[in-house]
């Protein structure tokens, strides 16, 4: 008798768990659930064609450091983290054809402690703690090269992450790491230069470089997707609690 009654009781608090288990789910998932939002840096060429162009042709290997301009993240209603979902660049407006690159990535991003203009040449003194691979395969970038004659084109020479970056910019800039080999054709984006307040970039012709010969003021204009991670509103953990209790009541009668 009693180990029927503890088998029925087993099988009601297996389906408490399942069913609280829904249902906190439900509740959160409805709280990570938000509009996709985009942030562009350097900022005031969101719209505006760039100063310069990055050619890296001639170079099918290298790596090069980029620190982003945090002024994007600073001016979204949402203050909290956001996860990075797409990374988007343009070619530049010279171009009057569309191009494909080949090549292979291996892509990291990471919340470093320095600022534009402070990068070290030293590739590993810059990553932060959280540094986390977000792409790593070959694969061809290519753009339909829509826009302006003489720019800006549109931002559709891009990736999406193989997984979402969790940052926060209260903690940090934004930096990724680009290990780019077997590189083939032209690569011609829109670039800014001159700005080491807001960004900076550092280069190796090496993808197995440790240290970059080459250092500047400038920067790929990138477009970033990014997604707020808001916290739950009290009426969901109001829920969430209730859920709890109604289970814990079950389970000791």
């Not at 343009?90 to 892509?107: K, N, Q, V």
């Not at 203009?117 to 932060?128: I, M, P, R």
């Not at 070959?138 to 020479?157: H, I, Q």
């Not at 926060?168 to 800014?192: E, Q």
Request: glycine letters at 8%.
């Amino acid at each position: 008798m009693n180990l029927v009654l503890f088998q029925q009781r087993s099988r009601c608090g297996a389906r408490g768990v399942i069913a609280l288990s829904v249902i906190c789910f439900g509740v959160l998932q409805n709280a990570i659930c938000a509009q996709e939002i985009f942030v562009y840096s350097p900022l005031e060429y969101q719209d505006v064609e760039g100063p310069d162009a990055a050619d890296v042709t001639d170079f099918p290997n290298y790596r090069f450091q980029h620190i982003y301009d945090i002024r994007g993240f600073q001016e979204l209603e949402h203050t909290g983290p956001v996860y990075i979902t797409h990374m988007d660049w343009r070619l530049d407006g010279a171009l009057t054809e569309p191009i494909d690159y080949p090549s292979e990535w291996l892509l990291t991003l990471s919340t470093t402690d320095k600022t534009p203009g402070n990068l070290s040449l030293t590739f590993a003194d810059n990553l932060g703690d959280d540094e986390k691979i977000v792409f790593d395969h070959a694969f061809v970038l290519d753009s339909t090269n829509e826009g302006p004659a003489g720019g800006p084109k549109v931002f559709d020479y891009g990736i999406e992450l193989d997984e979402p970056f969790l940052y926060d910019p209260s903690k940090g800039h934004l930096l990724a790491d680009f290990t780019v080999r077997n590189g083939v054709g032209p690569l011609l984006l829109d670039y800014d230069f001159g700005a080491p307040q807001f960004t900076q970039q550092i280069f190796a012709a090496d993808p197995d470089a440790t240290e970059a010969f080459s250092s500047g003021a400038v920067g790929h204009i990138t477009r970033l997707t990014v997604v707020p991670v808001p916290e739950p509103n009290p009426h969901q953990l109001v829920i969430v609690g209730l859920a709890l209790l109604f289970w814990l009541r079950r389970r000791n009668h």
